[in-house]
């Protein structure tokens, strides 16, 4: 079922590669740490923090998997220059999330959590950009282990770490806060297109202090 690699790279869903970034054959994996071992009967999606009506919203696996179904396709662009280009993912709309268990009003930011303890921190406006997807596949297959079985976040506007694989659920934050990588020297905004690697290159309003 799954289209082939030269097949998906030939379209890129933005016109052309950010500034500094080159093109990658393949597939690579990328990823700090261990990949986590999927337990079924243990996983859950948990939507907390700031919610509408001041509840932890939950889905366990088998009520995630019945959510709507939406295709997107995004270009993934590592930080570490390379990108990948016009992969088909399949998943749930960030959008859907949201509708399903809306932010309170205050809600500026969203912390998306993922296996022992990564985290990627979002702007709201990032978060429920159209775009932005819960993909359980790619290229109409179920994603591997390495790549985030069962649940990674795309986010086709911002470099590949703020999109968690292995991917636990969504923190609504009333004020920013850094996550694994933002605490770590990369840029708290991470927009490709404007070259945000670096936290050094942030700006006052960019972020919250180090
Ligand atoms: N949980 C988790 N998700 C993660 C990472 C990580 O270290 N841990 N690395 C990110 C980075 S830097 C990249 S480039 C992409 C790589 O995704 P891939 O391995 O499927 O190509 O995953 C992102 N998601
Ligand atoms: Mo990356």
């Not at 998306?112 to 790619?138: C, I, M, P």
Request: aromatic residues 12%; hydrophobic residues 35%; proline residues 8%.
């Amino acid at each position: 079922m799954g289209q082939p690699e030269s097949r998906e790279q030939q379209g890129a869903a933005q016109s052309g590669l950010p500034p500094g970034q080159r093109l990658q054959r393949g597939w690579p994996v990328t990823h700090y740490g261990p990949v986590p071992k999927f337990k079924p009967d243990r996983w859950e999606f948990r939507v907390f923090g700031a919610t509408a009506d001041g509840e932890k919203h939950c889905w366990n696996h088998e009520e995630f998997s019945a959510l709507p179904f939406s295709t997107v396709v995004a270009d993934l662009h590592c930080v570490t220059k390379f990108s990948m280009l016009g992969a088909e993912w399949g998943g749930v709309r960030a959008q859907t999330l949201a509708e399903l268990a809306p932010p309170a009003p205050g809600v500026t930011h969203v912390m998306v959590w993922a296996e022992y303890g990564y985290s990627a921190n979002l702007r709201l406006a990032d978060f429920s950009d159209a775009q932005t997807l819960f993909a359980t596949h790619k290229a109409g297959e179920l994603l591997t282990a390495e790549h985030g079985f069962p649940l990674r976040l795309v986010v086709p506007r911002l470099y590949a770490w703020k999109g968690p694989k292995w991917v636990r659920g969504i923190e609504y934050m009333t004020a920013d806060r850094r996550g694994f990588w933002e605490e770590r020297g990369y840029h708290n905004l991470g927009d490709p297109w404007q070259e945000q690697r670096y936290s050094y290159q942030e700006g006052p309003q960019d972020g919250p202090e180090l």
